[in-house]
């Protein structure tokens, strides 16, 4: 009775080969496993890190954005000869506070008036009179240069820049109670707007504060 037992029990275990397969079958699927998991983990180590790059470098450049900025502290215009308009812009830059270095050849301005125009700097070295504006350009000047031989770089907080525009190649000029916006657009990005509004009367004025 119980060998007739223990023989129907041991008639329904799978032979030994079949135990060596399933081991087996089992072990590859285990190392498939263990693969993939792996490669996925190592796409996600990678992926998080560029990303935080990026994040990294978007935060900086937002940054240089928001404080490498020109601050205008004056502006003033020249009365043409009919006492009637301005031809000439005076702008009196300075770095904001907190800002890197400024390198104003490298800026520009939008000019948005009347006319529309996109102006880049150019630096009158010694005041060269050959170095004029003209309806594409602004003129760089030294008012105040506190390390000698910076400009046109605003490197210290005393140092003080003349940006010279001229209306009269831009818009013909820019008439009594007109306005006209200006962006002051650093090489970082970072944008300044000024808006010059000329008084309603300029007789028997040379220049007016803008």
């Known amino acids: ?39 996925a983990a190592g796409v996600l180590i990678n992926t998080a890190g560029f990303l935080q790059t990026q994040a990294e470098s978007t935060g900086e450049q937002s940054a240089s954005q928001v404080s490498n900025s020109a601050q205008v502290v004056y502006a003033s215009g020249n009365v043409n000869s009919g006492e009637d308009a301005i031809d000439l812009v005076n702008l009196t830059v300075m770095k904001a ?64 820049l003349r940006l010279t525009l001229d209306a009269s190649q831009i818009e013909d000029e820019i008439q009594a109670g007109q306005a006209v916006d200006l962006t002051l657009v650093t090489q970082s990005g970072a944008e300044t707007t000024y808006t010059l509004v000329v008084p309603e009367s300029l007789e028997q004025k040379e220049t007016v504060n803008l």
Request: aromatic residues 4%; negative net charge.
């Open 97 to 160: 506070p907190g800002s890197d270095n400024i390198n104003l050849s490298k800026a520009t301005i939008n000019w948005n008036g009347d006319q529309s125009a996109i102006l880049t700097g150019t630096y009158a070295e010694g005041g060269d009179p050959s170095n004029l504006p003209d309806g594409s350009t602004f003129v760089i000047s030294t008012i105040n240069d506190s390390n000698l031989g910076t400009a046109p770089v605003l490197v210290e907080s005393s140092d003080r």
């Open 1 to 39: 009775m119980i060998r007739d037992t223990f023989d129907s029990v041991r008639d329904r275990l799978p032979e030994s080969g079949e135990h060596g397969q399933v081991g087996i079958g089992t072990l590859i699927v285990f190392i498939a496993m263990v693969l993939v998991a792996a490669i």
